[in-house]
């Protein structure tokens, strides 16, 4: 499992390169095609007088006619739908010729597809999924697990010392990958960095708190924890309404949406997370919710029966 997410993280990190070399996220390589029905007179009047003009003569290909695509056909002079077709087209012209708008379209289209939907919706749950599963399952792998509970020590404190063992490992390997994200997008990616760190860091203790449970309950804890993932943190965390309160992935980016509007970023350029709750709840639910789950699992654990042929 550990290489399945270190292999996933390659391809992203060499799909993030790709694109940035492309300018995937900048206007100027993202021209607009019109199609020739937008441009169909409205009328056989207006086909028969156009029909005349239809070929012109191409000077610089050795003089051939050639003829006119629909959209080159000229059209009779009208000042006032000219004036007001100028005075609306005017609007996107400057935007498009503001700097702010241009970076702040390119980083928000990075937040987007990158951050929000590849990384922290299947990258770093993964790569949490790795290591927390992990504490319990080598035990059970291994057999010792019913060894490992007849030691002097409260069952509560053993599950209490394998998540914070685990939970370094989890945040150096989530972080990390994060990192290596970012600086894979250039600058756009180096303000992400700047700006989501946080978030990431909070999300991954949530996920290693939830799945160190998951890991500690079932037997074959990564395919519950796939399940989970694929289903729930993908599905739920962007379906309308109050189900995706239930996602630790809805308020990790809650956080990195908030943060990107304070920055003065478009908030309306991400529509999944328009209904983002408050930073203060969102940090007020990632640093509760560990505490509980972990406390739930310490509980879980000490009235748990584990067998050797388990």
Known sequence: MGWVSAGLLGLVIMWVTVMVSRGVWDVETQRSRLSDKQYRPSNKQDAKRLLPTSRYRDLGGGGENRPLRAHELPNPLN???DALASLVLSVPHAAMQ????????????????????????????????????GAFGT????RSLVWLMTRPIPRSGIYLAKYLGTLPWCLAFGLGGFVAVCLAGGDVGREALTRYWPAAAM???????LFHLIGAIFRRPVVVGLVY????????????????LLSLTFYARSLMYNEAVSAGHPGQML????????????WAVLALAPVLITLLG???????????DE
Request: glycine share 4%.
């Open 271 to 282: 529509p999944t997370m328009t209904e983002a709750v408050s930073s203060e709840t969102a």
């Open 139 to 142: 035990e059970r792998e291994s």
């Open 79 to 81: 000042p006032t739908e």
């Open 203 to 209: 999300g991954t203790v949530a996920f290693a708190s």
């Open 98 to 133: 503001d700097e702010g708008f241009l970076k702040s379209r390119k980083f928000m289209k990075y937040s987007r597809y990158v951050v929000l939907l590849v990384f922290t919706g299947f990258v770093l749950p993964l790569f949490t999924l790795t290591y927390a599963s």
């Open 229 to 244: 993932v694929f289903f729930f943190e993908t599905v739920v965390a962007v379906l309308p309404g109050s189900l995706k």
């Open 298 to 308: 310490m509980w879980l654990f000490s009235r748990s029966e584990y067998r050797d």
